[in-house]
């Protein structure tokens, strides 16, 4: 994540075809993170968001699971950012 002062939002989500061997399976997971990121973009303010999951994308079987996990992140990350 990048922080700055700006009022538009950069986002992206990769998945490395190593982690998920279908594509319907690596955009199902995109998609998922997009909902995700949208739930809490208005915390986010001033970020740029680039997500590139590992090993444990795999074992996330439903969008609560991926939403809980991504909620997670952002506010482990903010509490590290200065304001």
């Known amino acids: 994540m990048?922080?700055?002062?700006?009022?538009?939002?950069l986002y992206t989500a990769n998945i490395a075809?190593?982690?998920?061997?279908?594509s319907v399976g690596r955009n199902r997971y995109k998609r998922w993170m997009r909902a995700s990121y949208h739930k809490n973009k208005a915390k986010l303010t001033g970020f740029d968001v680039l997500?590139?999951?590992?090993h444990a994308i795999a074992s996330l079987e439903s969008f609560a699971d991926v939403d809980?996990?991504?909620?997670?992140?952002?506010?482990e990350t903010l509490k590290k950012v200065p304001l």
């Open 51 to 54: 997500i590139m999951p590992r």
């Open 17 to 22: 075809k190593k982690r998920v061997k279908l």
């Open 2 to 9: 990048r922080s700055d002062r700006k009022k538009h939002n």
């Open 68 to 75: 809980a996990s991504i909620n997670a992140l952002f506010d």
